[in-house]
């Protein structure tokens, strides 16, 4: 990530903390713009085009913001990162922004490994486990791998807690071969 994208995110943030603005509303509206975006090859071959000039892609922006309904400041980040010729690193802009709301809240996000498929209510109840030992509220996502064979690895940051089946024999492999 270009380290521009981190600026820029930070400067929404704050914008969007200074002015109270709902964060769920922005995040709502940006999902929007990004959908547009990535439905649109079209549209994002015009507006990476360096030879438009900015005015018009503003133009278009204004035009598709009639539609969209975004809130001033979001609409005024996405006329910056034209003007700049940023636009084009719009996606990676929004992850940053969330990632930075997440850590104003207190949310931290946790990757989830099973071996299988987990029940709404046994992913409820490892969230919740997961959320104590992170000592915040998380934002989880799952993936399946069947190789750990059961139990869970669960990565918070850069800490993994290795609770599989997979991870307390190599540990027990480990101890045996080292005595």
């Known amino acids: 990530m270009p380290a521009f994208v981190a600026r820029y995110a930070t400067a929404f943030a704050e914008v969007v903390r200074d002015a109270k603005l709902d964060a769920a509303a922005i995040d709502r509206q940006f999902s929007d713009f990004l959908a547009t975006w990535d439905g649109s090859p079209e549209l994002r071959a015009f507006f990476v085009n ?13 035009k598709l913001n009639a539609k969209l309904g975004l ?8 006329a910056v990162l034209i003007q700049n010729d940023r636009i084009g690193h719009v996606a990676e802009v929004a992850a940053a922004y969330r ?18 498929e987990l029940g709404a209510d046994e992913r409820s109840a490892l969230v919740a486990e997961v959320a104590k030992l992170a000592g915040a509220k998380i934002d989880p996502s799952f993936k399946l791998d069947p190789s750990i064979f059961g ?15 997979r991870g307390r024999l190599d540990r027990l492999k480990e101890a045996l071969t080292s005595s």
């Open 71 to 78: 809130q001033k400041e979001l609409r005024n980040l996405l």
């Open 99 to 116: 990632s930075i709301l997440q850590e104003q809240l207190g949310i931290r996000p946790a990757e989830i490994v099973t071996a299988r």
């Open 151 to 165: 139990g869970a690895v669960v990565r918070i940051g850069s800490t993994v807690y290795d609770g599989s089946v």
């Open 50 to 62: 360096p030879a438009i000039p900015a005015a018009q892609k503003i133009a278009i922006l204004d």
